[in-house]
């Protein structure tokens, strides 16, 4: 997939923070549903996704405060499949023929941010998971976004893939705290018939000696 980085005039911040928020519930499941040690308080962000299911869409609701044994805030997501049993996402988990990308750490906070769309045109919906504290090879923080990709004959997600700064077409490379995928979102602008595109936000990329002025990465859909 190519990508586009769409800069505005970059200024430093004066008074820049981030803080970790959560929100409430928009709909109440079963605890059974969901896995046992997740408190609502964890949850962030949710999204709805089509697998070709007889039951319609399904939801991804994201628990980035989620700690995974040892490791606090690693974050999972709850991939709700037909009304009555969920799939935890996280890093390292099987997915169906694949492996989730990564491993779980401190302070990853694994889906702080969503995006579902059929971006590979297969007419199944892929899921875009935002990790953007993330850190890239020893630099703090830099963020990452793993893409699942649904299955083009049973509409399963079951191919698991990652994108940051310095491959996979991205300019620049990692820096601490660039937060990469801090947020996400889908549109399809029509670079290519029948592909949904994947907007990335970069908050804290410094561009020209502008310290955290951010940027945002347009990512084209394709078959590929």
């Not at 037909?82 to 750490?105: H, M, Q």
Request: net charge negative.
């Amino acid at each position: 997939m190519a990508t586009t980085p769409f800069n505005a005039s970059p200024r430093s911040p004066s008074n820049r923070s981030f803080r970790r928020i959560g929100v409430g519930a928009l709909v109440v499941l079963a605890a059974s549903v969901l896995a046992a040690a997740t408190s609502i308080a964890d949850t962030l962000c949710t999204a709805c996704i089509d697998t070709g299911s007889d039951e319609g869409a399904e939801l991804v609701i994201a628990s980035p405060g989620e700690d995974r044994g040892s490791y606090g805030d690693a974050g999972i997501a709850h991939l709700l499949v037909d009304g009555t049993s969920a799939v935890t996402l996280g890093e390292g988990r099987d997915l169906g023929d694949a492996t989730i990308n990564g491993r779980p750490e401190d302070d990853d906070m694994f889906a702080s941010a969503l995006a579902a769309a059929d971006f590979n045109g297969d007419g199944f919906d892929d899921i875009a998971i935002g990790v953007p504290l993330e850190d890239v090879g020893g630099t703090d923080d830099a963020g990452v976004v793993i893409v699942l990709l649904s299955d083009s004959g049973t509409g399963e997600l079951n191919e698991s893939l990652v994108l940051k700064q310095g491959t996979n077409g991205f300019p620049g490379s990692p820096d601490e705290g660039d937060n990469f995928g801090f947020s996400l979102s889908s549109q399809d602008f029509g670079f290519n018939d029948g592909f949904d595109d994947l907007i990335i936000g970069v908050p804290g990329e410094d561009i020209d000696g502008a310290v955290d002025a951010g940027q945002v990465h347009v990512v084209m859909g394709s078959a590929d």
